[in-house]
């Protein structure tokens, strides 16, 4: 089974929490903080392998975490980071976010990589928070939560040559001919189920080796869904040749090819700018035969190239085989991807003091990067952090949005993961 998209869910690791200890060591009675930091948590990253052709390996795994970093000890000693976790895809993967469908990068290059889920920066220890007035802090920050969400990955295939026609047009048959791939043959309709890739060989004196991709069958809607061929017409946008096949056996050749030709510029009009060749299959057979001059006719009257060829008989491939030869780059080009340079989107975290308070079923929910995130380093077990948090809320203006929203003694207040009761003996320091 070809798979070519998969939706998985990455969640980067957690981040250490750092140590509140303190010195204890003969001589020294008052020994300060000695809390070291947590280390960071493991990081996920997708990197293309020219090796991998689908996303099989997503077929059943669909969730992916990587390791948290460790806690912090006493003496100033960090914790270990937690091990990143790299996931291989084949060139062509275009990676978007799960919920909003956001491109996040398009990964064409070899070993090109891409974070998807960043793991939790390390608690610091109670060593930093250590000031002239307050000399012993049992304050130390919990690991900051590694992030997490959904992704999609879509596979277009990266081919040189990519064969396109009806359905039992022959490109299977043209795939095996030309190379050692094995696709499966039959003389029906919707054979092939999914693309099929192969090397060209050009011959010995010439040290290119293209990639040709069979692309299953396409039919008349196929850009509009109807079909099995319109999963796969994305897979054409990153070949640097197109070769159009027709059944010069067919009752009408000329619509055969107008139909492709048709679902290609519905897709994408582009696809029709890319050097194309037409291989007029099963000249074995007078059907082919008799439609030949007409076809060659037009299709010269139109400029585009167009050769005679049965596939099944070897009848016209070396003369096909010189055209592409002469379509083709250089070997220089070829060793570089068929699709332009990938991208990887870069985007600037923002964690400023922003944040917004809505009432959801008798609670308020305050949301914002920085105080979620404060709440998510901040352990509420431990007086002094939940003192320090407090007044947090107060420096950020949380406290005075909830009390503007009438807040009430009692009330639940959600802030990340934390839940808290107000009560504003305890919340109000002012």
């Known amino acids: 089974m070809f798979l070519d998209r998969v939706r998985i869910w990455v969640r980067g690791g957690d981040g250490g929490d750092g140590a509140a200890t303190f010195r204890h060591e003969a001589h020294v009675p008052r020994g300060g903080p000695d809390g070291g930091d947590g280390g960071r948590g493991g990081s996920i990253y997708l990197i293309v392998d020219p090796g991998e052709t689908s996303l099989?390996?997503?077929?059943?795994?669909?969730?992916?975490?990587?390791?948290?970093?460790?806690?912090?000890?006493?003496?100033?000693?960090?914790?270990?980071?937690?091990?990143?976790?790299?996931?291989?895809?084949?060139?062509?993967?275009?990676?978007?976010?799960?919920?909003?469908?956001?491109?996040?990068?398009?990964?064409?290059?070899?070993?090109?990589?891409?974070?998807?889920?960043?793991?939790?920066?390390?608690?610091?220890?109670?060593?930093?928070?250590?000031?002239?007035?307050?000399?012993?802090?049992?304050?130390?920050?919990?690991?900051?939560?590694?992030?997490?969400?959904?992704?999609?990955?879509?596979l277009r295939l990266i081919a040189d040559v990519g064969l396109v026609g009806l359905p039992n047009?022959?490109?299977?048959?043209?795939?095996?001919?030309?190379?050692?791939?094995?696709?499966?043959?039959?003389?029906?309709?919707?054979?092939?189920?999914?693309?099929?890739?192969?090397?060209?060989?050009?011959?010995q004196e010439d040290g290119r080796r293209p990639t040709i991709a069979d692309v299953p069958g396409l039919i008349?809607?196929?850009?509009?869904?109807?079909?099995?061929?319109?999963?796969?017409?994305?897979?054409?946008?990153?070949?640097?040749?197109?070769?159009?096949?027709?059944?010069?056996?067919?009752?009408?050749?000329?619509?055969?090819?107008?139909?492709?030709?048709?679902?290609?510029?519905?897709h994408d009009p582009a696809l029709l700018e890319k050097p194309m060749l037409v291989a007029f299959n099963k000249m074995d057979r007078s059907a082919a035969?008799?439609?030949?001059?007409?076809?060659?006719?037009a299709r010269r009257k139109q400029g585009i190239e167009v050769v005679a060829i049965s596939a099944a008989e070897g009848i016209g491939l070396d003369g096909l085989r010189a055209r592409l030869a002469a379509m083709l780059p250089s070997a220089g080009e070829?060793?570089?991807?068929?699709?332009?340079?990938?991208?990887?989107?870069?985007?600037?975290?923002?964690?400023?003091?922003?944040?917004?308070?809505?009432?959801?079923?008798?609670?308020?929910?305050?949301?914002g990067k920085k105080i979620e995130r404060l709440a998510a380093q901040t352990n509420f077990d431990t007086e002094e952090s939940a003192e320090r948090f407090q007044r947090d809320l107060v420096r950020l203006g949380v406290d005075d949005?909830?009390?503007?929203?009438?807040?009430?003694?009692?009330?639940?207040v959600r802030i990340g993961a934390a839940e808290l009761e107000w009560e504003p003996d305890e919340w109000d320091d002012r």
């Open 289 to 297: 035969a008799e439609a030949w001059p007409a076809f060659e006719k």
């Open 56 to 154: 099989r390996d997503y077929r059943h795994a669909h969730h992916f975490k990587a390791t948290p970093g460790g806690r912090g000890s006493g003496q100033k000693q960090h914790g270990k980071a937690g091990h990143d976790l790299t996931l291989k895809v084949p060139p062509g993967t275009g990676v978007f976010d799960g919920d909003s469908g956001e491109l996040l990068g398009d990964l064409v290059a070899r070993e090109q990589t891409l974070m998807v889920a960043r793991g939790g920066r390390g608690g610091l220890g109670n060593v930093h928070f250590a000031t002239s007035t307050h000399q012993t802090p049992h304050h130390a920050q919990k690991g900051e939560p590694g992030e997490e969400h959904w992704i999609s990955l879509e």
């Open 169 to 203: 047009a022959g490109k299977s048959t043209l795939l095996a001919a030309m190379t050692a791939a094995q696709p499966k043959i039959a003389d029906y309709p919707f054979t092939t189920l999914e693309p099929n890739l192969g090397v060209l060989d050009l011959g």
């Open 334 to 367: 070829l060793a570089e991807p068929a699709a332009p340079s990938g991208v990887v989107v870069h985007r600037i975290e923002s964690v400023g003091d922003n944040f917004r308070v809505d009432l959801e079923d008798g609670m308020f929910v305050v949301r």
């Open 401 to 412: 949005e909830l009390r503007r929203l009438g807040i009430e003694p009692g009330q639940m």
């Open 220 to 266: 008349e809607g196929a850009s509009s869904g109807a079909g099995l061929g319109h999963a796969f017409l994305r897979h054409v946008e990153r070949t640097r040749i197109l070769v159009h096949m027709v059944d010069g056996s067919d009752r009408d050749p000329e619509w055969s090819y107008g139909v492709i030709r048709d679902e290609l510029a519905a």
